[in-house]
């Protein structure tokens, strides 16, 4: 094998590697969360998501605004985010868990799940109230409906907790 020919493989697989990094994570949806995140004794996470406002937040659109960039942008997960990293999850299910969690393809697996670290390094985010006032406190369009109570995190995060009463 020549040289030039070496440097060409190697290439190859520096582009491959690049290639499968974090472009992998993508977006599967609430119900591949529903099979393990709806046990009623371990908090039944996608049912009280399912009856927040965060899944009802398509709802809120009218017509045309339905696919209107400018709102999806914090009214659904799925309309947030480029296209090529759809899979399986739909601009319908409003703001879904992988707004918050992060996109799930790769960290889905209940082997990663149970190990936080290798699930933080598969695409899962732990959300702060930062992750909160990207919405809440962006950029909203002019003449968008104000808010019906000032922000404030400890009050919000109450009122959309879903917690593992399980676990720590
Ligand atoms: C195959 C089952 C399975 C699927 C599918 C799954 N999870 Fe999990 N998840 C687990 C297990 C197991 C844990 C570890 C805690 C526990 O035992 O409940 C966990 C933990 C978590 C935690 C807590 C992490 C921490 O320790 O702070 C979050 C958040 C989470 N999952 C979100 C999601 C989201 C969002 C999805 C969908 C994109 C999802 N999970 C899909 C099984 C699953
Ligand atoms: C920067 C994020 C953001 C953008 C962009 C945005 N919204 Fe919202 N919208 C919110 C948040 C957050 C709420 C919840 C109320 C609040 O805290 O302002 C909301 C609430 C609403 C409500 C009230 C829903 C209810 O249940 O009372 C309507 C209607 C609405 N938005 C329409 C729109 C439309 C139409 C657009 C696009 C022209 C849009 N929004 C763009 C974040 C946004
Ligand atoms: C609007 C943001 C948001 C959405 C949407 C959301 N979560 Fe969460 N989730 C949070 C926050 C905040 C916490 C608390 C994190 C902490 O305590 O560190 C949390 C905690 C969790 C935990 C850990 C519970 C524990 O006590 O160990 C699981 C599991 C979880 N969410 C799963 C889901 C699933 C599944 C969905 C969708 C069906 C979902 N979440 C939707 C923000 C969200
Ligand atoms: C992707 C954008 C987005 C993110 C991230 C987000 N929210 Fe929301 N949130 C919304 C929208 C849009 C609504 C309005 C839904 C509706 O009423 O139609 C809303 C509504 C709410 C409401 C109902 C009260 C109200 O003002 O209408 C609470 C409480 C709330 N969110 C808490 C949180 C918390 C806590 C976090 C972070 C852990 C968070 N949200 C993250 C978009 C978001």
Not at 79 to 98: F, H, P, Q, R, Y
Request: glycine share 8%; aromatic share 8%.
């Amino acid at each position: 094998m020549n040289y030039r020919r070496i440097i060409f493989l190697f290439g190859l697989i520096v582009l491959f590697s690049v290639g499968a990094s974090a472009q992998d994570f993508k977006y599967i949806g609430a119900s591949k969360c529903k099979m393990c995140h709806n046990k009623p004794d371990k908090g039944a996470q996608f049912a009280k998501w399912e009856a927040s406002p965060h899944a009802k937040s398509m709802d809120a659109l009218k017509g045309d605004e339905k696919t209107n960039a400018t709102c999806l942008k914090c009214h659904s997960t799925a309309g947030s985010v480029d296209k090529g990293l759809l899979a399986g999850i739909k601009v319908e299910e409003g703001v879904s868990c992988e707004s918050c969690h992060g996109p799930g393809s790769m960290y889905k697996t209940a082997a990663i799940m149970k190990n936080k670290q290798m699930a933080l390094s598969k695409g899962m985010i732990d959300p702060t109230e930062e992750t909160c006032k990207a919405c809440h406190l962006g950029e909203k369009p002019a003449g968008h409906v104000a808010a019906k109570k000032a922000w404030n995190f400890a009050e919000f995060a109450k009122e959309i907790a879903h917690d593992d009463p399980t676990t720590n």
